[in-house]
């Protein structure tokens, strides 16, 4: 199973599945294969992908009524048809399922007016809307975009003994972001290669950074549902109230920055440094104001 599946699986499970997330990979299709794998999940009467209730057996059949792909008729999506096909279709209740779900396969063919026209939906989606973009190339999706999705990677596949190795990596990490202003400089170094030992790639450390900065942003226009990391709410609430938009976007071309520098092979636990002392730097003079 790849990654960006089993993270569904487990938030499907909890009960804590989003509105909005981007499918990444190497290519396209593998990308769209896991999003459809994903709203096949989502709709599951059992949560599961069971294959056997009415929604598994309606999506197998190749025709599931609540489960919609966005086409287009030229090379690059048009604005009129992403209008049509998902902001105004959205706003009609499912035909008989609990959700409505939308695939936008080649997300990177949605020029920035067509991104612009979702950016409203994708933040505020119905409650029974789930709107899953997927792409080979994220590049071509702007910050404003990006920072309203989760994004999975459907490259890399996962057994149980790792996920649960990466979760605790992964709250390791998060429990040092969440005292970045109090931990000693010192902590940050190396830090790419003690979570190596732990099967904590860097690649997956910006995820996580990037996820909790999704929550600020969330949090900052007051919107608490959704949270990649519920458990961190009243945190993440005081420091978005505590951070100018400005500080924000700083936040933002921080991690954009780490990802280049990691595009062009700088050292991994270089880049990490340098992210959580930016990181560090702001919370300090957020709360100086
Ligand atoms: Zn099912």
């Not at 979760?167 to 429990?175: G, I, P, Q, S």
Request: contains cysteine; proline residues 3%; glycine residues 6%.
């Amino acid at each position: 199973m790849n990654r960006a599946e089993q993270f569904i699986r487990n938030v499907i499970a909890r009960g804590e599945l989003g509105h909005a997330y981007l499918i990444e990979a190497e290519s396209d299709a593998p990308a769209f294969a896991a999003a459809r794998t994903i709203a096949r999940l989502a709709q599951c009467e059992k949560g599961t992908g069971c294959g056997q209730c009415a929604s598994c057996r309606a999506f197998d059949s190749g025709n599931h009524p609540d489960i919609i792909t966005l086409t287009h008729a030229k090379e690059q999506y048009g604005v009129g048809e992403v209008r049509a096909q998902l902001v105004e279709d959205i706003l009609i209740r499912p035909y008989s399922f609990s959700r409505k779900v939308y695939l936008l396969p080649e997300a990177h063919k949605l020029n920035a007016a067509c991104q612009n026209a979702i950016l409203k939906t994708l933040e505020e989606p119905p409650v029974y809307g789930l709107i899953l973009l997927s792409t080979g190339n994220r590049n071509a999706l702007l910050p404003t975009v990006l920072s309203r999705l989760v994004a999975l990677n459907a490259d890399e596949e996962v057994t149980d003994e790792t996920e649960a190795a990466l979760r605790e990596a992964e709250a390791r990490w998060l429990a040092l972001l969440g005292r970045i202003e109090y931990a000693d400089a010192s902590e940050m170094t190396g830090l790419a290669d003690s979570m190596k030992k732990d099967g904590l790639s860097a690649e997956d450390a910006l995820t996580v950074f990037e996820k909790l900065l999704r929550d600020l942003y969330l949090a900052k226009g007051r919107v608490m549902e959704g949270l990649s990391y519920p458990s961190e709410e009243k945190k993440t609430r005081e420091r978005a109230e505590a951070l100018t938009d400005g500080q924000l976007a700083r936040l933002w071309t921080g991690l954009d920055e780490a990802k280049k520098r990691l595009k062009s092979n700088v050292n991994a636990s270089v880049v990490l440094e340098i992210l959580c002392l930016t990181f560090r730097q702001i919370m300090i003079d957020s709360k100086e104001k």
